[in-house]
Nanobody, 125 residues
Framework: QVQLVESGGGLVQAGGSLRLSCAAS????????MGWFRQTPGKERDIVAA????????YYADLVKGRFTISRDNAKNTVYLQMNSLKPEDTAVYYC??????????????????WGQGTQVTVSS
């Protein structure tokens, strides 16, 4: 059974940092694109960052560009999201996702077949 398990969320003050981890089990994703999305109540789940299979290509949403960094360790089957200079508007449930078939990064939810359960990030002002 394939599982993606996020960790590292929590409560932080504005300006602080958090590092999210997403550990995959059940199959290897070393040849697959992965991404981070976030969602707030009543809104769509939006892309935050994406990374190709090797880590050589990344994408960031404009709202997080320059503050967040996505990376991966294929030996550990894990993807990370380093979040710096956090703002209250970054408060959301963060989900990691893995594609089942593509090596190139994608911003579309449709290419990600596997999703974690989500981890809450709350940034206080």
């Amino acid at each position: 059974q394939v599982q993606l398990v996020e960790s590292g969320g929590g409560l932080v003050q504005a300006g602080g940092s958090l590092r999210l981890s997403c550990a995959a089990s059940g199959r290897t994703f070393s040849r697959n694109a992965m991404g981070w999305f976030r969602q707030t109540p009543g809104k769509e789940r939006d892309i935050v960052a994406a990374i190709n299979w090797s880590g050589s290509s990344t994408y960031y949403a404009d709202l997080v560009k320059g503050r967040f960094t996505i990376s991966r360790d294929n030996a550990k089957n894990t993807v990370y999201l380093q979040m710096n200079s956090l703002k209250p508007e970054d408060t959301a449930v963060y989900y990691c996702a893995a594609s089942s078939f593509t090596t190139t990064l994608s911003t579309s939810k449709n290419v990600y077949a596997y999703w974690g359960q989500g981890t809450q990030v709350t940034v206080s002002s």
